[in-house]
């Protein structure tokens, strides 16, 4: 089954070639860009590729944009390896001009042990949630790509808001395209955090991101994924989040913390 990009190797296994296409791109028509979610994944997988060895966290810095139709190179350097573990850099960049730079450790041990101590929010299965339609009610665009079912709290969409809220939303996703969970998936679900902004704020807001952290644990190769944001806190425009992504079973699979520029929409209250 093809996944949710087409990252291209290379003659050279340090280089790969990612090819900017609408379905990885998000904003409004004509000024579209890739997905900063889309790029964190995408380093992830020219690493993985690279060491031959699975991510355990990874940590995005988003420089400039990158248009549909262009090509991002994505140059990767392996500074120390060891007898498990591989300390890795991501360089992705359209000639000169750098668009993400991502920074990850690499690798796992031999060892059964596994806990968690974050347990899952009660909430409804996907089943029993209304389906979300966003702000701008995309028919194409990576978010279209996507199923979103709200779980409890508000979500950025055209709704009437009833003022500040308690910072925090979950929500079911899933690919309609059939893609389970892996870490690529949820780097992508993860950028998502700005979905909390206008049910914590009481305004329609959204975000530009300025970087994304993401730490996995055990991943299951589920359908739906739960994703519970918590807007912590806003200062100065920029606003802070974290994400938690679960199984339906219960299981922490990653979490994942993000920094936005807060932007305000001017977007009509439904009626």
């Not at 994304?212 to 918590?230: A, K, M, S, Y």
């Not at 922490?252 to 932007?263: D, F, K, N, T």
């Amino acid at each position: 089954m093809p996944g949710l990009f087409d990252l291209q190797p290379t003659h050279n296994p340090y280089r790969w070639h990612l090819p900017v296409t609408d379905d990885l791109c998000v904003g409004l028509e004509g000024s579209r860009f890739l997905f900063g979610g889309v790029g964190l994944a995408a380093g992830i997988k020219a690493m993985e590729g690279t060491s031959g060895r699975p991510v355990i966290w990874a940590t995005a810095h988003y420089l400039s944009f990158a248009r549909p139709g262009s090509v991002v190179d994505i140059d990767v350097s392996l500074p120390a390896q060891g007898r498990l573990t591989s300390q890795a850099n991501v360089v992705a960049h359209i000639e000169d001009r750098q668009i993400i730079t991502v920074h990850a450790a690499l690798g796992e041990r031999d060892d059964p042990m596994t806990d968690q101590w974050l347990d899952m929010p009660r909430v409804p299965g996907p089943a029993d949630c209304p389906p979300v339609t966003g702000w701008r009610n995309p028919t194409t665009g990576l978010s279209s790509r996507f199923e979103t079912r709200l779980a409890a709290g508000i979500y950025n969409e055209n709704k009437p808001l009833a003022g500040r809220g308690d910072g925090r939303v979950t929500f079911w996703m899933r690919s309609r395209e059939g893609l389970f969970a892996d870490s690529q998936l949820l780097a992508v679900a993860a950028d998502y955090v700005a979905s909390g902004l206008s049910g914590a704020m009481g305004r329609h807001a959204g975000g530009n991101s300025l970087d994304n952290t993401i730490r996995f644990g055990r991943i299951q190769p589920v359908e739906w994924i739960l994703c519970d944001v918590h807007i912590e806190l806003l200062h100065h425009g920029i606003a802070h989040g974290v994400m938690h992504l679960y199984a339906p079973d219960g299981l922490l699979m990653a979490s994942a913390s993000q920094s936005l520029i807060v932007r305000f929409r001017d977007v009509p209250e439904a009626r």
